[in-house]
Nanobody
Framework: QVHVLESGGGLVQAGGSLRLSCVVS????????IGWVRQAPGKEREGVSC????????VYADSVKGRFSISIDKANNTIYLQMNNLKPEDTGVYYC????????????????WGQGAQVTVSS
């Protein structure tokens, strides 16, 4: 069993920053990659970023490159998504998800999911 818990969402003005946190716990032999997937109202899921635990390799969607940064604190099983220069189109529910490898193809069917954190960017 793997548990995923996000925190850190909120309301911010365009151009501002937020940091999302994700704590993953449970059977560490069933996952190695942690990703962030977002979903805006009426839109399909979008894979935002992912990090591999064993080698630290990262993946970013083109829409967030240069603005978002994913990192991992292995000592505390915590993954961070630093979001800078936020735009209204970044608004949505951000889900932290875990799987054996980074899932880069829609519908981003990770095995384990958190409950989601709302991010709202006002213009």
């Amino acid at each position: 069993q793997v548990h995923v818990l996000e925190s850190g969402g909120g309301l911010v003005q365009a151009g501002g920053s937020l940091r999302l946190s994700c704590v993953v716990s449970g059977n560490m032999f069933t996952y190695d990659a942690i990703g962030w997937v977002r979903q805006a109202p009426g839109k399909e899921r979008e894979g935002v970023s992912c990090i591999s635990g064993h080698d630290g390799k990262t993946v970013y969607a083109d829409s967030v490159k240069g603005r978002f940064s994913i990192s991992i604190d292995k000592a505390n099983n915590t993954i961070y998504l630093q979001m800078n220069n936020l735009k209204p189109e970044d608004t949505g529910v951000y889900y932290c998800a875990a799987d054996f490898v980074c899932v880069v193809i829609p519908p981003y069917a990770y095995d384990y999911w958190g409950q989601g954190a709302q991010v709202t960017v006002s213009s």
